[in-house]
Each structure stands twice: as structure tokens, then as C-alpha cells.
């Protein structure tokens, strides 16, 4: 385990063999197990688990109450909100010796919402905005807002986390450029109807 700049709290249980990047800060009553490995610049908040394996990127803040189960990848600047939940068996028994760990993905700098659900083998696209409570059984695309039991796209979001456009896009949008009513970052409809980011992120969203 790495030790340069990092705060583990004397409560914690760090397992030998996880690794802890830079200026990772971990709080009370978090357990992250061995063969786990988060990057730098992480926050990780009371009674976060992180299982064996699991591999979380840097600038990423768990919240309190999560548990990152094992086949759950969790890519830079991403946000799991207080108890928000992910899965990793479709038919789980607590009698099956046998069971397939089904992958989860979340991508750089996507948001999930307090006590949301994250049904296994989905993919939770970059920037995207999981709504707090929604339940997700499907992917989500990039910068696209989700709500709802089960969870469904309402909008596409800004880097900043504001609703940009109402899905689905007006057909008057297309081809057009719009842009986001808090940061001002513009953003272009293409003539099919996808919502297309800037190519560089904004300074405020690395």
C-alpha cells in the first residue's frame, strides 16, 4: 500500500495488498480489501466497502454507506452518492455455491445519485447523471440524465452536472448549437439528433 500524502483513519480496515494512489483519504469504518486499487486524489467516506479486485480511478469521491463490489470499474472524477447501491450477480441464491460476477462500468466523470441501484452489466456513460433513487437496468449514455423505477433518459447534461436539452431533442435543434444555462459551455446537435460535447473539457469539470 502506498503511504505518500494518503490519510487512512485509525478506524479504517486497509487490507495488506490494496493500493492507495497519492492524496487518497479514507474515513471511518471503511474497509477496502486486499488486490483493490484506487488512484489518487480519492475520497472515500465512512462504511465504504471496496471489494477485492475492484479498480476505482482518481479524483473519484465515494460517499457514505457504498459498497464497490467486486467487477464494478470505476473510471477518473466520478461521483457515487451516499448510499447509492451496485450489484454483481443477475440471479443471486445465498445457497448457490456457483455464481457469474457480471461487470459494471462507470466512466470519467459520471455522477450517481443518493440511494440509486445499479443493476450489474451495465455501462454508465462519462458525465453522465444518475438521479438520486432511480434504479438503472440499462445503459446510460454519456452526458444523458436518468430518473426513475426503472430508471429512463429525460435529458442530456452539462459538464458542470445541468440539464442542457430535454430528451428527445426537438427536431428544431438539429444542426444547431446550444448552450448550457449555468456555465455557458456550448454544445452542438448534430443533424441526426446527438448531443455533441465541446472537444476539450472545461477546466472547471478535470
Not at 148 to 169: D, F
Request: aromatic share 8%; with cysteine.
Amino acid at each position: 500500500m502506498s503511504a505518500d500524502c494518503t490519510y487512512i483513519h485509525e478506524l479504517a480496515d486497509v487490507e495488506e495488498g490494496a493500493v492507495l494512489g497519492e492524496g487518497t483519504r479514507v474515513w471511518r469504518f471503511a474497509h477496502i480489501r486486499s488486490g483493490a486499487v484506487i488512484g489518487n486524489d480519492c475520497v472515500l467516506g465512512n462504511s465504504v466497502f471496496v471489494d477485492c479486485d475492484v479498480r476505482i480511478g482518481s479524483g473519484v469521491k465515494v460517499q457514505n454507506g457504498v459498497s464497490v463490489y467486486a467487477g464494478v470499474t470505476v473510471e477518473d472524477d466520478a461521483f457515487l452518492g451516499p448510499h447509492m447501491t451496485f450489484t454483481n450477480d443477475m440471479y443471486p441464491r445465498s445457497y448457490n455455491p456457483e455464481w457469474n460476477l457480471v461487470p459494471t462500468w462507470v466512466e470519467r466523470g459520471a455522477a450517481i445519485g443518493a440511494h440509486a441501484t445499479i443493476l450489474c452489466g451495465t455501462r454508465i456513460g462519462a458525465y453522465s447523471m444518475v438521479a438520486a433513487g432511480a434504479v438503472v437496468t440499462r445503459n446510460v449514455p454519456a452526458f444523458g440524465l436518468v430518473v426513475g423505477s426503472p430508471a429512463r433518459l429525460v435529458g442530456r447534461v452539462c459538464y458542470c452536472g445541468r440539464r442542457v436539452v430535454e430528451v428527445p431533442i426537438p427536431y428544431d435543434y438539429r444542426g444547431q448549437e446550444v448552450t448550457c444555462p449555468a456555465c455557458g459551455t456550448a454544445y452542438r446537435i448534430d443533424e441526426a439528433g446527438e448531443f455533441l460535447p465541446p472537444p476539450r473539457v472545461p477546466a472547471q469539470a478535470r
